[in-house]
């Protein structure tokens, strides 16, 4: 069993930059592949990047690319998301999740992803 709990959202200006963290407890957290979700009003879940259990392994939607940078830090059981070149489409919600062990990464969907954190707001604004 894996708790997720996200921080580091808020209001930051188009152009700006903002880093999120999905701290982990838990058994095992070097272990689990974990990806970024966001949501905004009326949309569906969308995929953002996820990364492998050992950090080797990236993967990326093609909206965030090259701007955003997925990270973990498995001694302090913690992932991040460095956001640059914020812009208002990226405000949603933002979740962190955890997949099985050992699983791969480039399968996006929710649907294969076990644990979510409660999400943190990130609101950019024009």
């Known amino acids: 069993q894996v708790q997720l709990v996200e921080s580091g959202g808020g209001l930051v200006q188009a152009g700006g930059s903002l880093r999120l963290s999905c701290v982990a407890s838990?058994?095992?957290?070097?272990?689990?592949?974990v990806g970024w979700f966001r949501q905004a009003p009326g949309k569906e879940r969308e995929f953002v990047a996820a990364i492998s259990w050992s950090g080797r392994g990236t993967y990326y939607s093609d909206s965030v690319k090259g701007r955003f940078t997925i990270s973990r830090d498995n001694a302090k059981n913690t992932v991040y998301l460095q956001k640059h070149s914020l812009q208002p489409e990226d405000t949603a919600v933002y979740y962190c999740a955890a997949k099985p062990a050992y699983s791969g990464i480039y399968d996006s969907s929710p649907k294969v992803y076990y644990y979510w954190g409660q999400g943190t707001q990130v609101t950019v604004s024009s």
């Open positions: 838990g058994r095992n957290f070097n272990t689990y592949p």
